[in-house]
């Protein structure tokens, strides 16, 4: 049983165009978030939900909207992609302070 | 920890000997800690945490040291293996507050 999925694994678009990426998780945790990590590894927080609540966005261009129907799940959908999008994208959840559960990431490829 | 960094650091180490990693952490308001492990295409996993009432903490063959004097964390493993090749993140946050921050990441190589 995975505890923190997300699909797709893999994205190759063009420019300009919306996609969306989902996360799910069957931990029963009340905070998730979703990160991005670019070429060089770095991990940088894009927003956190609690109990589908927004209560983190972190100065993330306003193309990238995320929507948590409930609190198991979190979705990302991203309109116009820009080359500069390319990275990979990690959902996490957590019920403990700073003990995040990750998801196996989205590798985006933006041409 | 706060990313500075252009590049990530990489730390090679003998099959069988300890490892030191290091990373320096920005917000002196940050009052927990915790090192993570990721390894190639997988998603970052816990490895350890400290809080900032103290300054060490064993776990099976890993230690956490933390000093807040000067905001320096470290890891240590011990008889390095070669499943222990990853990146290694420190992640600092504070009672309350959602937000995790992680540092730049050290790449571990064990060479057998």
């Known amino acids: 049983d995975t505890a923190v999925s997300q699909t797709p694994k893999y994205l190759v678009t063009q420019m300009g165009n919306d996609k969306s990426i989902k996360c799910e998780q069957n931990l029963g945790h009340d905070t998730m978030y979703w990160y991005k990590q670019d070429s060089k590894k770095f991990l940088k927080i894009m927003f956190s939900?609690?109990?589908?609540?927004?209560?983190i966005n972190e100065t993330v261009p306003n193309r990238f909207s995320p929507k948590s129907p409930d609190k198991a799940h979190l979705n990302l959908h991203i309109n116009s992609l820009e080359l500069g999008d390319s990275a990979v994208y990690f959902c996490?959840?957590?019920?403990?302070?700073?003990?995040?559960?990750f998801g196996s990431g989205t590798q985006l490829s933006v041409l | 920890g706060e990313s500075v960094g252009l590049h990530l650091p990489t730390l090679s180490v003998q099959e069988g000997d300890n490892s030191i990693i290091n990373c320096a952490y920005s917000n002196s308001a940050s009052d927990y800690f915790i090192w993570y492990k990721q390894e190639s295409g997988k998603g970052p996993q816990f490895i350890i945490d400290i809080r900032s009432n103290m300054d060490k903490r064993q776990g099976q063959r890993v230690t956490v040291l933390l000093n807040k004097t000067v905001k320096h964390l470290s890891l240590q493993i011990a008889a390095t293996q070669p499943g222990d090749s990853a990146v290694y993140f420190c992640a600092d946050t504070k009672e309350g507050y959602q937000k995790v921050t992680f540092g730049t990441g050290t790449k571990l190589q064990v060479i057998p």
């Open positions: 996490a959840s957590s019920q403990d302070l700073g003990k995040l559960f």
């Open positions: 939900y609690n109990n589908k609540e927004l209560i």
